[in-house]
């Protein structure tokens, strides 16, 4: 298996009965010729021996900041810096609650937060744990910051209670560590213009027109494209969210215009250009640099002008080594809309999701897309959550040939 040889991985065993099946993972990966370094909870060596492991990783398991009698201090910082994965496996409900609220007080928690390599969870425990809202909530908030999380498998559970919690197997855990390693090569040398998010255009200082957009789904897009090793520079605009991947070259826009100058200053070294925001159709001509009051004045009468279309004007200016990708998000005739856009921008292909779908849209977690080729392929998903379809869409890309 090559797609771990020669790869770091930090595994981080917490105190939970599934324990016993962290001997198989470090054989799988020892095997598949990686450099295992096992970090142990105090409590998870009441389930399997640091013996045992040390042992099959060849490596003294680190448990504490220190050995107690040598004085040796283990440094957190250069652990979590070796790894190229850190896996948490198995992860308690005590393990993740301290992961999502940055409770730094273990050796395996301490070198989760200097990490910077990817992290993955394989969460177990009981059923009721597993279901229990603050688990369900520090999930969801590991997932924000970009922690992979390995869902745990349904069957019986040490309680003999039957549900999920079950630690997905050591096979499983290994091949999404393959995937990501071989996947985390695909899209290396490339570099990769995003745009995400609405724009917002100025009334006064104090409104603005704008949309529903949250960046959801471009800020996806990055994040896959940068695992996949791309560099990626994402114009955003004013959205909450920011990606948790340290890679990303974020420029902050707020308008159309900036949005257009921002892209323009980049597109010349961009090998792919991937069209995801929610460009404003209009701005205000006669924008007040003052607020317009509401007492006295007549009811304001605005005057839009058109905003510069940003994808088209990329489209007139690509190169033939270039790859340029848009979005269509329609609320009737999607397939012929759709169409015509790709035409009308000189798109390579275009991601048409539809507002009839339920789940896909502004603000959801989740989407619907069909991919148009400039072949004439239509290609159809179904509803998955935002992630996955940014792995689509990447390897959409990936089999685009150019002419
Ligand atoms: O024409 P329509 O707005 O439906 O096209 C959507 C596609 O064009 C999206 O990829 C969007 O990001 C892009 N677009 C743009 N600049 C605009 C309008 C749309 O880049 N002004």
Redesign the pocket.
């Known amino acids: 298996m090559d797609c771990i040889r020669g790869k770091h991985i930090v595994l981080g065993i917490t105190g939970g009965i599934a324990a016993y099946k962290t001997a198989t993972l470090v054989r799988l990966l020892v095997k598949a010729g990686a450099e295992v370094q096992v970090i142990m909870t105090p409590n998870a060596k009441e389930f399997i021996t640091p013996v045992t492991l040390s042992t099959l990783s060849g490596k003294p398991v680190i448990s504490e900041f220190f050995t107690a009698n040598t004085g040796q201090w283990h440094s957190h910082v250069d652990l979590g810096l070796w790894a190229d994965a850190f896996v948490v496996a198995p992860a308690t409900a005590s393990t993740l609650a301290k992961m999502a609220n940055g409770v730094a007080d273990n050796m395996l928690v301490t070198s989760y937060l200097s990490t910077r390599a990817t992290v993955f969870a394989a969460p177990a425990m009981d059923f009721d744990m597993m279901q229990h809202p603050s688990t369900l909530r520090n999930i969801e908030q590991l997932k924000s910051y970009g922690v992979n999380i390995i869902e745990p498998a349904e069957g019986e559970l040490a309680s003999h209670l039957v549900g999920k919690g079950r630690m997905e197997e050591p096979e499983k855990i290994f091949d999404t560590l393959c995937d990501f390693f071989s996947r985390s090569q695909t899209m290396k040398g490339k570099t990769m213009l995003i ?1 995400a998010g609405p724009t917002r255009e100025k009334i006064d200082p104090v409104r603005y027109i704008s949309n529903y957009s949250t960046g959801k789904m471009g800020i996806a897009i990055a994040e896959e494209a940068a695992k996949r090793g791309a560099e990626v520079t994402l114009v955003l605009g004013p959205v909450d969210r920011r990606p948790s991947h340290a890679g990303i070259t974020i420029i902050d826009v707020e308008s ?1 215009n900036e949005m257009l100058a921002a892209c323009e200053s980049i597109f010349d070294h961009a090998d792919i250009a991937v ?5 404003a ?1 209009y701005s205000v001509a006669n924008r007040e640099d003052r607020k317009i009051k509401r007492e006295k004045s007549a009811i304001p009468n605005l005057e839009l002008v058109k ?5 088209a004007t990329l489209g007139r200016a690509k190169q033939p080594n270039q790859i340029l990708v ?4 329609e609320t009737d005739n999607e397939a012929s809309n759709a169409a015509d ?1 790709m035409e009308r ?1 000189n798109l390579d292909m275009i991601v048409m999701n539809s507002l009839r779908d339920k789940g896909a849209g502004f603000g959801t977690d989740t989407n619907k897309i069909t991919i148009f080729t400039k072949e004439g392929d239509a290609i159809r998903y179904p509803l998955k959550s935002k992630n996955e379809v940014a792995a689509d869409i990447l390897d959409a890309i990936s089999n685009i040939k150019h002419e």
């Open positions: 745009t159309a069209m995801c925001a929610a460009v159709d905003n510069p279309d940003i994808a848009g979005f269509a998000l856009k921008k």
